[in-house]
């Protein structure tokens, strides 16, 4: 049974920070390019950041660039996105997303909802 489950979510300051965890199960996860985006209310959904399949490469939105850090760890099986001097318009519901390499079934988490607000 393949399950994303994203965690870390909640409510944060403007300025503050904070570190999102997906878990990832049901297949292979050191063969997956991990990714993260995020909705905002009435918007559409944003990609934010991308890790590959070592950790040894990473890309980031121009939004978030400096602000994020993705990472991997492949022995726990978990994506991170640690979220530094955060802004208002960085609410949103964030997800995790997999994609086999080569490309393949794209894998999806049910999100988790962060809240930056003064």
């Known amino acids: 049974q393949v399950q994303l489950v994203e965690s870390g979510g909640g409510l944060v300051q403007p300025g503050g920070s904070q570190r999102l965890s997906c878990a990832a199960s049901g297949f292979t996860f050191s063969m997956y390019v991990m990714k993260w985006y995020r909705q905002a209310p009435g918007k559409e959904r944003e990609w934010v950041a991308t890790i590959s399949r070592t950790g040894g490469s990473t890309a980031y939105a121009d939004s978030v660039k400096g602000r994020f850090t993705i990472s991997r760890d492949n022995v726990k099986n978990t994506v991170y996105l640690q979220m530094n001097s955060l802004k208002s318009e960085d609410t949103a519901v964030y997800y995790c997303?997999?994609?086999?390499?080569?490309?393949?079934?794209?894998?999806w988490g049910q999100g988790t909802q962060v809240t930056v607000s003064s």
């Open positions: 997303n997999a994609i086999p390499v080569p490309r393949g079934d794209d894998y």
